[in-house]
């Protein structure tokens, strides 16, 4: 599986952006497919999560209320909503792809395939 994010930039505090990855190769085989970011100071910390199937998400506590996970299957494309941006916020983020069933969602180890990040600058 190959992941491509974009839509990435620099944003002022309280904007929004929308990120997007795109999945190609044997996407067929998606279990759960998550996003998260990066920083100097934080190794990768989860951000939200969805099954492929659509099934379940899952937010960290944080993101809640101001980031939205979604997917388009057709498309074989990921999103994540983000408004509200703070300059906390400010990461590089990847998307990450699981191809078997997890109890959990937030260790990057339990993850098979990342996208190459796309940096959020968020400034205040």
């Known amino acids: 599986v190959q992941l491509q994010a974009s839509g990435g930039g620099t944003v002022q505090a309280g904007g929004s952006l929308r990120l997007s990855c795109e999945a190609s190769?044997?996407?067929?085989?998606?279990?759960?497919i998550s996003w998260f970011r990066q920083t100097p100071k934080i190794e990768r910390e989860f951000v939200a999560g969805?099954?492929?199937?659509?099934?379940?998400?899952y937010y960290e506590d944080s993101m809640k209320g101001r980031f939205t996970i979604s997917k388009d299957n057709a498309k074989n494309t990921l999103y994540l909503q983000m408004n509200d941006l703070k300059a906390e916020d400010t990461a590089l983020y990847y998307c990450?792809?699981?191809?078997?069933?997890?109890?959990?969602?937030?260790?990057?180890?339990?993850?098979?395939?990342w996208g190459q990040g796309t940096l959020v600058t968020v400034s205040s």
């Open positions: 190769g044997r996407t067929y085989g998606m279990h759960h």
């Open positions: 990450a792809v699981a191809m078997t069933w997890m109890a959990g969602w937030v260790t990057p180890s339990q993850y098979n395939y």
């Open positions: 969805i099954t492929w199937s659509g099934s379940s998400l």
